[in-house]
């Protein structure tokens, strides 16, 4: 499985962004894509998630209404849409796959596959 992220950019406070995680080789209907970001002197958090076979969807506290993720089907991208972004939401964005991921999705040591991030800034 290889993971490419990419659509981050610059954008001011309360405006949106969308970044995208294409993803190569056939994940396990197991399996489980989460969108992870890190900023400049933190831990890497997790953001939202996706099982892949199921669906189900999965947010962080911080994000719950203002990000969604979603995929249009198996073979589409997986997509975070951002809105109302705020300057706390700048980092890297990570999108990473895990093969047998449990209902700890939200720590990074769950995930096996990682792409190589993209940088989102909101400025204040």
């Known amino acids: 499985v290889q993971l490419q992220a990419s659509g981050g950019g610059l954008v001011q406070a309360g405006g949106s962004l969308r970044v995208s995680c294409s993803v190569s080789g056939r994940p396990y209907s197991s399996s489980y894509l989460g969108w992870f970001r890190q900023a400049p002197g933190k831990e890497r958090e997790f953001v939202a998630g996706?099982?892949?076979?199921?669906?189900?969807?999965h947010y962080a506290d911080s994000v719950k209404g203002r990000f969604t993720i979603s995929r249009d089907n198996a073979k589409s991208p997986v997509y975070l849409q951002m809105d109302s972004l705020q300057p706390e939401d700048t980092a890297v964005y990570y999108c990473?796959?895990?093969?047998?991921?449990?209902?700890?999705?939200?720590?990074?040591?769950?995930?096996?596959?990682w792409g190589q991030g993209t940088q989102v800034t909101v400025s204040s």
């Open positions: 990473a796959v895990g093969t047998s991921v449990s209902n700890f999705y939200t720590r990074p040591s769950q995930y096996q596959y």
């Open positions: 996706i099982r892949w076979g199921s669906g189900i969807r």
